[in-house]
């Protein structure tokens, strides 16, 4: 038996959470993988969970974290007081004074292919294009696309991050490749 939780997100779209415990919206990593599930039993509402996470790009094309019935968690300024203090208390250079993006890794494109229809990837190609080109321009502190932020992983509480929130790491730079090839 499948169980499937929704949240309706401004009313409109059914989001699909993992869980009725602790999850106040959809979570981009998370609409990926169901959109990538879905497609072969409803390709509607995996196209759902793509509107939703591709809803609400910052002017520079970054993507929210995380999209929910009261906005976006897009940046460590929208983290509950508890987390941005954990966060702060790594002593990170990059959470000392300054907002840091909130996104996920880039699988966007991944997904869109996967649904195998022309009309998706018409319909998100500007966007991720927009996103793609934000994390080769604005996460890049040292030349190379990092996560600027843990939560910006996938592995949001991994110890990779105990000593330093900003990780270049080779994951990153795969799904950055991927979706180049793919979008190309």
């Known amino acids: 038996t499948v169980v499937v939780f929704y949240l309706y997100i401004r009313g409109l779209n059914r989001a699909i959470v993992p869980s009725e415990i602790g999850y106040v919206g959809l979570w981009q990593w998370d609409a990926y993988f169901m959109a990538i599930g879905l497609r072969h039993g409803d390709p509607g509402l995996a196209r759902e ?3 939703i996470a591709l809803a609400h790009p910052s002017t520079s094309g970054q993507l929210p974290d995380v ?3 009261d906005g976006i ?3 460590s300024d929208d983290l509950p007081p508890g987390d941005l203090e954990n966060l702060r208390a790594m002593a990170s250079p990059s959470l000392a004074h300054t907002a ?3 996104t996920k890794p880039p699988l966007t494109a991944l997904a869109v292919a996967l649904m195998g229809d022309q009309s998706v990837v018409d319909e998100f190609l500007a966007t991720m294009l927009a996103a793609q ?3 080769y321009r604005d ?3 040292a030349g190379r696309p990092a996560y600027l932020h843990p939560y910006s992983s996938g592995l949001d509480d991994s110890p990779i991050f105990d000593h330093e ?3 270049v790491s080779p994951d ?3 799904y950055l490749v991927l979706a180049d090839r793919l979008m190309a």
Do not use: C, F, G, Y
Request: aromatic share 8%; hydrophobic share 60%; charged share 10%.
């Open 100 to 102: 840091v993006p909130l």
């Open 49 to 51: 969970q793509l509107r």
């Open 67 to 69: 999209v929910h019935e």
């Open 133 to 135: 080109e934000w994390w």
């Open 139 to 141: 996460s890049a502190p």
């Open 172 to 174: 990153l730079s795969a």
């Open 73 to 75: 968690l897009a940046s």
């Open 165 to 167: 929130a900003i990780l």
